[in-house]
């Protein structure tokens, strides 16, 4: 068979064509795990606002401008619920896609088992991640810190400069570790690895479809920006403002918006499943699977070429 390189489209129709097939077993998962995060996350910006009816939280904004709410036990919770909730749905939403890739039967059962089996090394892995983002996020912080009062005062006409490089060098150095990490969860999720194992396989993997994996990122970006300048645009600003408060309308709103982003965290995780099998695939490590047990899969199985280049 002819090699054939699969491009974001690729990738996103296969996709589509998967949790299509089986709308019902997604949509379950969906409704388990994302929407209630999404749904969590929306409702507690909105009590952060001025006019919420508990009147518990520090305002984001006021009449003259915006202000960050208070990190207090409230964010702490609605955190915590969404890192719960979120791990649990990467790992049944993968071990799903995976499987339905391959035609292997899709039940409900077997991705709850996924997400207790894959919740600690998924934990691990996260805080690997966040340790590593945090050390880099303090140390641009602290070069800033240091030299506002060092070279700000000798060089100033340079000093602008300077913090324009470091801040572009910062934004790189991050947008290079989230696609070198970017296969990480897949590869808890569907092999073995985790922690800085996880991250150096997923680094393996990646290599050499660096430009699907941007575009992919990008496309997601955003669909995610669009969708948090219409939640501020509709919502936030609109409530925040002293509309009519909380009724059917605005919670029929919340309620859209909390499923627009399950749907999107949905295909996004899937999407890096069908990615992950298809970085697999590049480097002949699906051979096995491909031929194994009985020379071919089930019917549902999403065509993959034997010598897919990716």
Same mark, same amino acid.
């Given at each position: 068979?002819?090699?054939?390189?699969? $491009?974001?489209?690729?990738i996103?129709?296969?996709? *589509?064509?998967l949790?299509?097939?089986?709308?019902?077993?997604?949509?379950?998962? /969906?409704?388990?795990?994302?929407?209630?995060?999404?749904?969590?996350?929306?409702v507690?910006?909105?009590?952060?606002?001025?006019? $919420?009816?508990?009147?518990?939280?520090q305002?984001?904004?006021?009449?003259?401008?915006?202000q960050?709410?208070?990190?207090?036990? *409230?964010h702490?919770?609605?955190?915590?619920?969404?890192?719960?909730?979120?791990?649990?749905?990467?790992?049944?939403?993968?071990?799903?896609?995976?499987?339905?890739?391959?035609?292997?039967?899709?039940?409900?059962?077997?991705?709850?088992?996924?997400?207790l089996?894959?919740?600690?090394?998924?934990?691990?892995?996260?805080?690997?991640?966040q340790?590593?983002?945090?050390?880099? !996020?303090? !140390?641009?912080?602290?070069?800033?810190?240091?030299?506002?009062?060092?070279?700000?005062?000798?060089?100033?006409?340079?000093?602008?400069?300077?913090c324009?490089?470091?801040?572009?060098?910062?934004?790189? /150095? /991050?947008?290079?570790?989230?696609?070198?990490?970017?296969?990480? $969860?897949?590869?808890?999720?569907?092999?073995?690895?985790?922690?800085?194992?996880?991250?150096?396989?997923?680094?393996?993997?990646?290599?050499g479809?660096?430009? !699907?994996?941007?575009?992919?990122?990008?496309?997601?970006?955003?669909?995610?920006?669009?969708?948090?300048?219409?939640?501020?645009?509709?919502v936030?600003?609109?409530?925040?403002?002293g509309?009519?408060?909380?009724?059917?309308?605005?919670?029929?709103?919340?309620?859209?918006?909390?499923? #627009?982003?399950?749907?999107?965290?949905?295909?996004?995780?899937?999407?890096?499943?069908? #990615?992950?099998?298809?970085?697999?695939?590049s480097?002949?490590?699906?051979?096995?699977e491909?031929?194994?047990p009985?020379?071919?899969?089930?019917?549902?199985?999403?065509?993959?070429?034997?010598?897919?280049? !990716?």
């Amino acid at each position: 068979m002819s090699p054939d390189r699969p $491009n974001l489209w690729r990738i996103l129709s296969d996709t *589509s064509s998967l949790i299509n097939a089986h709308s019902l077993h997604f949509t379950a998962l /969906l409704i388990l795990f994302l929407f209630p995060s999404s749904f969590a996350t929306v409702v507690y910006f909105l009590l952060s606002l001025p006019n $919420n009816p508990l009147q518990t939280l520090q305002p984001i904004f006021s009449a003259a401008d915006y202000q960050i709410p208070a990190v207090g036990a *409230s964010h702490l919770l609605v955190s915590l619920i969404s890192l719960i909730f979120t791990i649990c749905a990467t790992a049944s939403i993968s071990s799903s896609t995976f499987n339905a890739f391959y035609g292997q039967p899709v039940e409900l059962a077997t991705a709850l088992k996924s997400a207790l089996v894959k919740f600690l090394p998924l934990l691990a892995t996260t805080l690997v991640v966040q340790i590593v983002i945090g050390v880099i !996020v303090f !140390v641009f912080i602290g070069f800033l810190a240091i030299t506002s009062n060092g070279i700000a005062d000798s060089y100033n006409q340079y000093y602008l400069a300077i913090c324009i490089a470091v801040a572009l060098l910062f934004v790189a /150095l /991050l947008i290079y570790l989230q696609i070198e990490w970017s296969l990480s $969860n897949a590869v808890v999720v569907l092999e073995s690895d985790w922690g800085f194992a996880a991250l150096k396989r997923s680094s393996y993997l990646v290599k050499g479809a660096w430009g !699907v994996m941007f575009s992919f990122m990008l496309f997601f970006m955003i669909l995610a920006g669009v969708f948090v300048i219409c939640f501020f645009k509709y919502v936030m600003i609109e409530y925040g403002s002293g509309g009519d408060g909380w009724n059917c309308w605005l919670v029929w709103k919340i309620a859209a918006f909390a499923a #627009f982003s399950s749907v999107l965290s949905l295909y996004s995780v899937a999407a890096l499943t069908v #990615f992950f099998i298809y970085c697999k695939a590049s480097r002949h490590e699906l051979h096995f699977e491909i031929d194994a047990p009985n020379g071919k899969l089930g019917d549902d199985y999403a065509p993959l070429p034997y010598d897919v280049i !990716v």
